[in-house]
């Protein structure tokens, strides 16, 4: 079965870091772009970066350009976020997502929470 | 800064249909934009749709449809299911290596 799985949220203070994690399962990881893509709440999804299959090629949102660094272990099969001097405003559920060949958001994971807060 | 606008909210018999539409703030949805569609219940992950279009998803139900209507792209649901109550985001992505999240239709089904 294919599937991805985040991990590590949790509260952090303002100007705090947090590393996420995704493992992914089930499908040739390397040959596959991935995404995160958050949700604060009561809003819409956004989504934040993009990272290509051998990771020599990353994207970011405009809101957390500079800030956050995504990455990939494609020996580990493992996709990470680095969040760095994070805002109240970044509080949300992040999703790890599967990017399908067509440009979309194929497999989503259940999402990990992150609250920054003092 | 791309705004990708959806209708804020939509209502629907059950068995009716309805058509959900994604914009751009300036310009036009074609398919170069590989619009997406995915479903999400509250506190749950969203679950893609429609991919590309037109192309529906692995075990999406063929009620669902993807399409251009005008200079927007849209999802036709076809015959509404009470349990297709639920809020529906489209994304675009842009040339630049970035998507876009259209705002999100809530579609009640009564």
């Known amino acids: 079965e294919v599937q991805v799985l985040e991990s590590g949220g949790g509260l952090v203070q303002p100007g705090g870091s947090l590393r996420l994690s995704c493992a992914a399962s089930?499908?040739?990881?390397?040959?596959?772009?991935m995404s995160w893509v958050r949700q604060a709440p009561g809003k819409g999804l956004e989504w934040v970066s993009s990272i290509s299959a051998s990771g020599g090629s990353t994207d970011y949102a405009d809101s957390v350009k500079g800030r956050f660094t995504i990455s990939r272990d494609n020996s580990k099969n493992t996709l990470y976020l680095q969040m760095n001097s994070l805002r109240a405003e970044d509080t949300a559920a992040y999703y790890c997502?599967?990017?399908?060949?067509?440009?979309?958001?194929?497999?989503w994971g259940k999402g990990t929470t992150v609250t920054v807060s003092s | 800064q791309t705004v990708v606008t959806q209708e804020p909210s939509f209502s629907v018999s059950p068995g009716g249909t309805v058509t959900l539409t994604c914009g751009l703030s300036s310009g036009s949805v074609s398919t170069s934009l590989y619009p997406s569609w995915y479903q999400q219940t509250p506190g749950q992950a969203p679950r893609t749709l429609i991919y590309s279009t037109i192309t529906r998803s692995s075990g999406v139900p063929d009620r669902f449809s993807g399409s251009i209507l005008g200079n927007k792209a849209a999802l036709t649901i076809t015959g509404a299911q009470a349990d297709d109550e639920s809020d529906y985001y489209c994304?675009?992505?842009?040339?630049?290596?970035?998507?876009?999240f259209g705002t999100g239709t809530k579609v009640t089904v009564l």
């Open positions: 997502a599967k990017v399908g060949y067509y440009f979309y958001m194929d497999v």
């Open positions: 089930g499908f040739t990881f390397s040959s596959y772009a």
């Open positions: 994304v675009l992505y842009m040339d630049s290596g970035i998507y876009v």
